[in-house]
């Protein structure tokens, strides 16, 4: 019977007959769990990638848990990179693909079951699929990390250095977007913001009595509306009622109990001229709807505002840059004290390891609304969205 060391061995000889020109079918076998938008909306951008690389026929990507599907779902709809599978193991013909790139902490677990089921295979040399890990760059790091397959460090290069991620809409969830905000009152010649303020973490939002101070000023500016999502339809009309009053109320619009696709559509809304939110999976979404845009065609210029507000990030080597480096529509802003002052700065005015330096920087309580808002209003004043 041959043992678990012995067939991890037998993998890494097949791995060694890689050759690039003969791999066609492609099997992505995801293990764990998602939590976040955000984490996901990365993930999935890898996939891309790795099929340009390939220039493969199709990627299979494989969930084992059902409890990811209304994620993988709603954000890899029509993507045209992939199909999607949810089988359990024993469902899975793994001699069947050229390669598999397996995504798990416990990679151990599957070594062990391939190494039983593909025992016979395994000694007549008839098992030669080849096998490797990218777990280390798809996964946050866990302490139960436990991978053993070999990395592949082509691979690793490319997902490392990643271009901008996509979501892919369709013209009637676009057109479906538009009614809805027509439903709503909205009108021709109306501005809706996007007010994204909800994320994973307290610690990635601005102050709430900063937050409603901005708003108020919003407000101010000519022809505006306020769109947020309340998805789980916890009540926030009336929170925000009390905080901006009867007469500003009456310029909010609230996506309540929508599912979280419908929320993306009305993203790519022509209505919509600026989004505004912290490090939250939600902006995530804008940025790929918008890549997915630029690629199709629309101009930066006719973009809506998008910005998105961030804090100290725990981890050094997943800072903003990390986050929003390869987010070429996002102004992503920082704050950091510079001679003794509170400065408001974009991740595009830094270069190198300073995007990453949590020196001085402060945390997401520490904006102001009215240098908040005072950089809006530049903005707005050069963006033809707005303007139009």
């Known amino acids: 019977m041959i043992s678990k060391h012995d067939f991890l061995k037998y993998i890494i000889q097949c791995n060694s007959t890689y050759n690039k020109s003969e791999i066609d079918s492609v099997l992505m076998l ?7 938008i955000g984490d996901c909306c990365f993930r999935f951008n890898k996939f891309r ?8 026929s199709e990627i299979i990507l494989n969930y ?25 193991w024993d469902s899975i013909n793994f001699e069947d693909y ?9 990679e151990d677990q599957l070594l062990e079951y391939l190494c039983l ?29 436990n991978f053993v397959f070999p990395e592949y460090p082509k691979i690793l290069d490319v997902v490392k250095n990643l271009g901008p991620g996509e979501i892919y809409l369709e013209t009637d969830e676009i057109d479906q977007g538009e009614g809805w905000f027509l439903e709503q009152g909205v009108k021709e010649g109306d501005k809706v913001f996007v007010m994204v303020d909800s994320s994973s973490a307290r610690s990635k939002l601005m102050n709430l009595v900063e937050y409603f101070e901005l708003l108020k000023s919003l407000l101010q500016l000519p022809d505006v509306k306020l769109l947020i999502f309340d998805e789980n339809k916890i009540g926030k009309k009336a929170f925000y009622k009390e905080w901006l009053g009867e007469d500003l109320i009456s310029r909010l619009i609230v996506s309540e109990g929508k599912s979280l ?10 209505f919509i001229t600026m989004i505004f939110g912290p ?110």
């Open 279 to 388: 490090c939250t999976g939600i902006m995530h979404c804008s940025s790929s709807v918008y890549n997915h845009f630029f690629n199709k065609g629309m101009s930066i210029e006719m973009m809506p505002l998008m910005i998105v507000y961030t804090g100290i990030y725990e981890a050094p080597e997943m800072g903003v840059d990390f986050w929003w480096g390869s987010s070429p529509l996002i102004k992503c802003l920082l704050l950091k004290t510079q001679n003794n002052q509170n400065m408001l700065l974009q991740l595009s005015q830094l270069s190198g390891n300073m995007s990453n330096n949590e020196n001085n920087a402060l945390p997401c309580s520490e904006y102001n609304s009215n240098q908040l808002f005072g950089f809006i209003n530049r903005e707005l004043l050069f963006n033809k969205r707005y303007l139009s």
């Open 30 to 36: 995801d293990n764990e769990k998602m939590n976040f």
């Open 64 to 88: 084992t848990n059902d409890s990811n599907k209304i994620l993988y779902e709603t954000l890899l709809t029509n993507n045209p990179y992939i199909r999607l599978e949810n089988k359990n």
């Open 49 to 56: 990638y790795i099929n340009d690389y390939f220039q493969c």
């Open 98 to 106: 050229d390669i598999v790139f397996v995504i798990a902490h416990s």
């Open 117 to 145: 089921r593909y025992q016979d295979d395994i000694m007549s040399n008839k098992f030669c699929a080849k096998i490797y890990s990218i777990s280390s760059v798809t996964l946050k790091k866990e302490e139960y990390s």
């Open 261 to 270: 696709r419908f929320n993306i559509s009305l993203l790519g809304s022509s």
